[in-house]
């Protein structure tokens, strides 16, 4: 559907669930072969942490040791970022409705 209608974004979105759904039953060539393809597209509609992180669990089970660590590594960057960014957010939303800000 998504390439008929031509939407990158469903295209994304589909190719993405279907990696999860063959890493889900274990079929880690299928979802290698899902992940070839999301490589070629530029992932603004999934979410990044679970696109590396899953991306570096297959990787990993397929042997490529030092890529898995690679997409594992980028995904505690993103992590981290978002726990920093969120922190923030919160610690400005408590100083504000104290009056601090």
């Known amino acids: ?4 209608l031509n939407h990158i974004n469903y295209l994304e ?8 759904c063959a890493y889900k039953m274990k079929d ?6 899902k992940f070839l ?3 070629l597209l530029e992932k603004k509609t999934i979410n990044q ?13 397929k042997g ?11 995904a505690l ?4 970022k ?3 960014y969120n922190l923030q957010e919160v610690l400005e939303r408590i100083c504000s409705f104290f009056g601090r800000f």
């Open 49 to 61: 942490f679970r696109y590396h992180f899953l991306y570096g669990r297959i990787l990993r089970l």
């Open 28 to 33: 880690y060539d299928i979802s290698m072969e």
């Open 64 to 74: 490529q040791n030092e890529k898995a660590l690679d997409k594992f590594k980028t």
């Open 77 to 80: 960057d993103i992590n981290k």
């Open 37 to 39: 393809l999301l490589d």
């Open 13 to 20: 979105t589909v190719l993405f669930m279907q990696e999860f």
């Open 82 to 84: 978002n726990f920093i």
């Open 1 to 4: 559907m998504a390439r008929s």
